[in-house]
């Protein structure tokens, strides 16, 4: 069963009900104050018939009691009157055709009488002495009547509210199943490129709310759907690279050492011959060793749960000790290798892991080797970058890097050259560090000059010196 149906049934059973609750009321209570008025007329008469009989028997005018009682028969509601003396001669009596007087007892209240008429009665006094009696019979039947004339308007008047009611609820079910529609669509279409819209008659309801919240949700779902697909894709791009990287290393190392091992082949090499073939398996060594430990650095920075383990480092003395693993790099690239660290960083220190700020540094200089040419110079350096903050950069004279692609070198998988030598990960491990510690990267790059890679983390100096001043200082 639809929606709309239920909710047209139940709301006219609702007003239904309602309507036979009322109904109900209000004939009860109709009947209640009918009956009331009925005690209350019975309670009269018998007062003012029982002061004219008291009146009329203490005189002894018998015959003109008689005249003023009969009066009473033109009373449509006295259904009997009989007045007898003390010693129970009948003085008067009036009832209706068949009504036996003799069977009727007094009732308790006119709520319940044991027929359709309220008796009552009671004893004639004059002087203090009984000097007659009086029973009189009050017809109810009249409420009843009026009653049923009640319940049967009332009932008009409540089959008219439901009808209304329902009809009312039919035309708004109508508009309510349509915008119910609408929803669905939308439900439906959750998953797809596109919603469809709303008529502009809705965009103002309630209805028009969780349509604008259903599209909100859509807009967030196509965005995840959008990164997940985005992510499928540089996963994919990591395994054709990381395949298509790793082959060359590894075909070179492999023939290599076929042609070192194999005793036919090493007779017919002299002895620089068979050095530059362990230089190229030493070389294909080191490029796996690097791709293999870019691989492993990301995917523990990648990790929420994984905590940096930070000491205080002596930045002018930590650079020290990696220069001279740099400058090998360098030098055995064919390229220049320059350092320079500024005397004003004398005595200031770092707070940081020291593994992997050396990886940052190893990762920008590998990356200048890659694009610096043949010659070229690469420095590493530092120096202050303001006052609480230093730099640690590595500047190359390579081509330089296009302001446009400047954000995505820290991407993962991303790198300006399809060459064998880095997987887009090293630049990408040195941002996720440089979050790691409260720093950043800042790159200076200009067409044709070569670039700038600065890694500003904070530092504290002495209290004489520029930065931060160092814990325990004043």
């Known amino acids: 069963m639809k929606l709309r149906v239920k909710f047209l049934i139940s709301l006219s059973a609702l007003s239904l009900v309602f ?16 009956l009331e008025r009925t005690q209350d007329r019975t309670d009269y008469l018998t007062e003012f018939i029982t002061e004219l009989s008291s009146h009329y028997l203490e005189t002894g005018n018998i015959s003109r009691l008689k005249e003023v009682l009969k009066s009473f028969d033109h009373f449509k ?3 009997y009157l009989k007045v007898s003396d003390a010693q129970g001669r009948l003085i008067y009596r009036m009832a209706e055709p068949g009504l036996k007087l003799v069977e009727k007892t007094r009732d308790s209240d006119v709520f319940h009488p044991v027929d359709d008429v309220f008796d009552t009665g009671r004893e004639i006094i004059s002087k203090g002495e009984v000097v007659g009696y009086l029973q009189l019979g009050v017809s109810t039947s009249g409420v009843d009547e009026a009653m049923a004339n009640l319940a049967w308007r009332a009932t008009l008047i409540g089959v008219t509210f439901t009808a209304f009611i329902t009809f009312a609820a039919w035309l708004l079910s109508i508009k309510l199943g349509r915008e119910l529609t609408w929803l669905s669509g939308i439900a439906e279409n959750i998953e797809s490129e596109k919603l469809p819209e709303l008529p502009s008659g809705a965009l103002g309801s309630d209805t028009g709310g969780i349509a604008r919240t259903l599209k909100t949700l859509h ?16 996963k994919n791009d990591f395994f054709e690279m990381t395949v ?8 070179a190392l492999k023939a290599s050492m076929d042609l070192l091992l194999s005793d036919e082949d090493r007779k017919l090499y002299d002895k620089k011959q068979v050095e ?29 749960q994984y905590q940096p383990e930070r000491e205080r480092i002596n930045l002018e003395s930590f650079l020290k000790e990696c220069a001279p693993e740099n400058a090998a790099s360098v030098a055995a690239a064919g390229k220049r290798w320059e350092y320079e660290v500024g005397p004003e960083l004398a005595g200031c220190w770092i707070f940081g892991d020291t593994d992997l700020i050396r990886r940052v540094i190893g990762n920008l200089v590998l990356n200048a080797i890659q694009y610096t040419p043949e010659g070229g110079a690469i420095k590493l350096g530092a120096r ?32 300006m050259s399809r060459s064998s030598k880095n997987l887009g990960l090293g630049l990408a491990f040195c941002k996720m560090a440089a979050d790691r510690h409260s ?20 530092v504290y100096c002495p209290s004489d010196r520029g930065g931060k001043r160092a814990k325990g200082t004043k």
């Open 219 to 234: 807009g967030r779902l196509r965005e995840e759907e959008g990164k997940r697909r985005e992510s499928e894709i540089l």
């Open 276 to 304: 530059g073939l362990t230089k190229i398996a030493r070389t294909s060594l080191a490029m796996l060793t690097t791709m293999i430990t870019d691989v492993l650095n990301t995917a523990k920075l990648n990790n929420p």
């Open 384 to 415: 202050l970058h303001d006052a609480d903050r230093a730099a640690i950069y590595v500047s190359d004279e390579g081509e330089g890097i296009p302001d446009s692609f400047r954000q995505e070198i820290f991407k993962k998988y991303s790198t």
């Open 244 to 251: 298509h990287d790793l082959k060359q290393p590894v075909t």
């Open 19 to 34: 309507s036979l609750v009322m109904i109900a009321d209000r004939t009860l209570g109709f009947r209640r104050t009918m």
């Open 439 to 458: 720093a950043f990267l800042d790159v200076r790059s200009e067409a044709g000059k070569g670039t700038e890679i600065r890694f500003v983390v904070p």
């Open 77 to 79: 509601n006295i259904a």
